[in-house]
């Protein structure tokens, strides 16, 4: 693996495509004053397959707003920083960046983190300096609900700078077990990685499944880097369920949790799982068991929307790839922080805006019209049109099977 030192140091767009590590995006010689939009993702391991395609979806609404161009010549630039550490996202890593982009008086918003406990770690240092962070993927419940959200913004308490462009667990985990109903499962064994994301998903499938007449056989947690899970599957498959649900990623054992059911006699039953297993590196890393998962996703489906036409082309042309399952959503976050900018900016005459500035616009964002729907956000910071989407992956593809879309 590369050194924590190289995969955070800022270099230029070209030589970060090459590396597959930080990124650099915008303008070489602008003639206007040049601000940035923090970027935290993984860029690297096994996690990069969801924060790849996810930058590029910043990456490409920057260039399409200095193209557009913004009051007093101001020009965008995306600073990517990685919180990966040896392949897997890192709160620890996470933090470390926020401090970064805080430091930096040019950047006026960040976009990130993909991961939930990431976000754990950084929204105190996000609301301590006033800074606006929103993610495109994080969908723990306590990051903006409840004592635990309450916890995150001790400096600020009634200040908050957090937003998230996707749906809450509470949704998600009820979806998955309309889900598991759907495919005809009356008794599950839930398995989660003890993480913020995982486990809080978790806890959310085994309330509503039960609460629609499911039976929860068992509920284990896996322990970090963890690789075998051989003994834990032969206890299961000895309580005979219907389906296996998994709250976590694939790097933090979904991957090998589902490959290793083969081995112990359950290669056809049914795996159920939340975003955390959405990404390519899953398929890479269950080879031909991933045939049969199922999963849900906090956003829409871009190719079912209309307002996405021009997004997809757009990102095919310049990626040479199909997005990724939060690209969209990025884009979204990103939409959001320029047009807080941009209207700022129109305020002060062309000048450049302050931080305080940028959050008080995004707070009042109201039917920003993205790829993935007319953004808005509630007082927690959450949006008021979130969607979901079901999955099944077949012959090693991901099928879409059904969208549902949330208004609050």
């Known amino acids: 693996m590369r ?27 602008a003639a206007g ?4 939009i923090g970027v935290d ?27 557009k ?62 800074l606006v962070q929103i993610s495109p993927s994080n969908t723990n419940d306590g990051l903006t609900i409840g004592e635990d959200a309450k916890k995150l913004r001790t400096s600020h308490p009634d200040v908050n700078s957090y937003f998230r462009v996707c749906t809450r667990d509470q949704n998600q985990g009820k979806v998955g077990a309309e889900l598991a109903k759907q495919i005809g499962a009356k008794k599950v064994y839930i398995v989660d990685d003890n993480e913020t994301y995982g486990k809080g998903l978790a806890d959310v499938f085994e ?36 389906a296996i649900y998994f709250g976590g990623v694939t790097v933090s054992g979904g991957g090998l949790l589902r490959r290793q059911m083969s081995d112990t006699g359950m290669g056809s039953m049914p795996f159920i799982g939340g975003d955390g297993i959405s990404d390519e590196e899953f398929v890479k890393v269950a080879g031909s068991m991933a045939n049969g998962s199922y999963y849900t996703v906090a956003a829409p ?22 997005p990724g399952p939060y690209s969209a959503n990025a884009y979204a976050a990103a939409q959001v922080i ?22 008080k616009n995004v707070q009042a964002t109201k039917n920003l019209q993205t790829p993935i729907g007319a953004m808005a956000f509630d007082k927690n910071g959450d949006t008021t049109n979130g969607a979901l989407s079901f999955y099944k992956i077949v012959n090693g593809k991901a099928q879409f099977t059904n969208q549902i879309t949330l208004k609050t």
């Open 301 to 322: 489906d871009v190719e079912k929307l209309p307002s996405a036409k021009s997004f997809i082309e757009a990102y095919k042309a310049k990626f040479k790839s199909d």
């Open 33 to 36: 004053p040049t601000v940035k």
């Open 3 to 29: 050194s924590s030192g190289l995969v955070r140091r800022l270099i230029s767009a070209a030589a970060a495509a090459a590396l597959l590590g930080t990124f650099l995006s915008g303008p070489a010689n």
């Open 338 to 359: 320029i047009n807080a900018i941009s209207e700022a900016a129109k305020a002060n005459g062309g000048k450049v805006p302050t931080r305080a500035e940028v959050l």
């Open 41 to 67: 993702l993984p860029m690297s391991g096994g996690d990069a397959s969801n924060g790849i395609p996810t930058n590029n979806g910043v990456i490409l609404a920057v260039e399409q707003a200095n193209a």
């Open 207 to 242: 309330a509503a499944f039960k609460a629609g007449g499911g039976t929860v056989l068992g509920h284990d947690h896996l322990t970090k880097n963890q690789q075998d899970f051989k003994a834990l599957l032969t206890r299961i498959k000895a309580t005979n369920p219907d």
């Open 69 to 130: 161009g913004l009051p007093g010549g101001i020009q965008l630039q995306a600073s990517t920083l990685d919180d990966a550490v040896q392949g897997t996202h890192d709160p620890a890593a996470g933090a470390q960046n926020l401090k970064t982009f805080v430091s930096d008086a040019a950047v006026l918003g960040v976009v990130g983190p993909f991961n939930s406990n990431v976000a754990k770690a950084e929204i105190p240092i996000s609301n301590d300096a006033g």
